[in-house]
């Protein structure tokens, strides 16, 4: 009898300390799946995660692979590990397919891609466009963008075009028709502004950003300069209602005439 509880006794023992030692391995791998979090949010937003989708919230932590998507009138921002951000307009479709950020280790390497299949966005890259060896990259449904340092807007232009526009340092918009370097031009007055809650709104981008156009089967058009109409519609597509509406009285606030 003794001996009989003396191994269960150690049958449970083994079982607690294969638990425990199980514990650290759990948390290393969500910690590593883990990429980043939700920091805004507007309207219809869901988050699939292994193919069971979510409402999104505030704070709701974003994995690789998961699928970030907006309904109409909606908007995302979130913000990756090393505080890039990326922000969606209605009806979009994003996924990160790959993310790596270790700026303390040896290799001091980075790498950021991302996959938005629908829907207009902007991206602004965080300390990963510091690290030595880097690679950001978005995929669209027309092209393929390696951004260096920067910030820039892709999104729909037409029933059958993208556009793709460089507000700060450059990006290299490639297909199988061809390819085009956007480089920004100095910074003035910006039109562009940041949505960061904590932060509010500060400039951070060119007046006219650099642009070009794809259409489906043939390679990106001329770099040119977007002129203020075209820019105010691609900014407006991933603009909060909440800064539009600060922006409005801002203005009308500081207007002199009537």
């Not at 030595?132 to 820039?152: H, M, P, Q």
Request: net charge positive; glycine share 10%; charged share 20%.
């Amino acid at each position: 009898m003794q001996c009989q509880r003396t191994i269960a006794r150690l049958t449970l023992f083994g079982a607690a300390l294969l638990f425990v030692l199980a514990l650290p391995q759990t948390g290393h791998a969500q910690s590593k799946d883990r990429v980043g979090v939700v920091e805004r949010l507007q309207g219809d937003v869901s988050i699939v995660h292994f193919g069971n989708s979510a409402k999104a919230t505030e704070g709701m932590a974003i994995s690789l692979k998961d699928q970030l998507v907006t309904g109409a009138d909606a908007r995302l921002q979130i913000i990756l590990a090393d505080d890039t951000r990326i922000t969606l307009g209605e009806n979009a479709k994003a996924v990160i397919k790959e993310y790596h950020f270790s700026p303390f280790s040896s290799g001091n390497r980075g790498v950021v891609l991302v996959e938005v299949s629908k829907g207009a966005f902007l991206f602004t890259t965080g300390r990963i466009s510091q690290l030595a060896d880097k690679r950001i990259e978005v995929k669209t449904a027309l092209a393929n963008l390696v951004a260096k340092g920067t910030e820039f807007w892709g999104g729909p232009t037409g029933e059958d075009t993208e556009g793709v526009a460089v507000f700060e340092g450059s990006v290299d918009v490639s297909n199988e028709g061809g390819a085009v370097v956007l480089y920004a031009r100095a910074l003035t007055q910006s039109r562009v502004q940041s949505q960061t809650p904590a932060s509010g709104l500060h400039s951070r981008s060119s007046t006219d950003p650099i642009g070009t156009t794809l259409t489906r089967g043939r390679g990106p058009s001329q770099a040119v300069i977007w002129q203020q109409e075209k820019t105010d519609r691609a900014v407006a597509a991933v603009t909060f209602r909440s800064e539009i509406a600060r922006n409005f009285f801002t203005i009308s606030g500081n207007s002199s005439g009537p």
